[in-house]
């Protein structure tokens, strides 16, 4: 059974950085396309960043404040979130699908296979 849990959210400064975690179980890393996209109150799902083994690091659109890496021992991927802002506060949701990332944001946020629950980012002073 596939799963995606992720965790790092909370309440940080403008400014600040956070550090957000998805362990995977159920399958492996290796042959999976693997990322984050968020989603803001009121707001269509919007793609942050996507890595997989051909691929590579794919960033959406975050002008190179947030960093995604994994740990293939450890299933894991993460994103570093660097000078956040208060437009960052959203749900963070990992999703993973067998083969390459998506190259457009779109097919990312609503194409991908699983996805976890989610965590909150919230941006605020």
């Known amino acids: 059974q596939v799963q995606l849990v992720e965790s790092g959210g909370g309440l940080v400064q403008p400014g600040g950085s956070l550090r957000l975690s998805c362990v995977a179980s159920?399958?492996?890393?290796?042959?999976?396309?693997i990322g984050w996209f968020r989603q803001a109150p009121g707001k269509e799902r919007e793609a942050v960043s996507c890595?997989?083994?051909?691929?590579?690091s794919l960033d959406y659109g975050m002008k190179g404040r947030f960093t995604i890496s994994r740990d293939n021992a450890k299933n894991t991927v993460y994103l570093q979130m660097n000078s956040l802002t208060p437009e960052d506060t959203a749900v963070y949701y990992c999703?993973?699908?067998?083969?390459?990332?998506?190259?457009?944001?779109?097919?990312?946020?609503?194409?991908?296979?699983?996805r976890g629950k989610g965590t909150l980012v919230t941006v605020s002073s």
């Open positions: 890595i997989s083994t051909s691929v590579g």
């Open positions: 159920g399958f492996t890393l290796d042959y999976y396309a």
């Open positions: 999703a993973a699908r067998w083969g390459e990332c998506y190259t457009d944001g779109y097919h990312f946020s609503y194409g991908m296979n699983y």
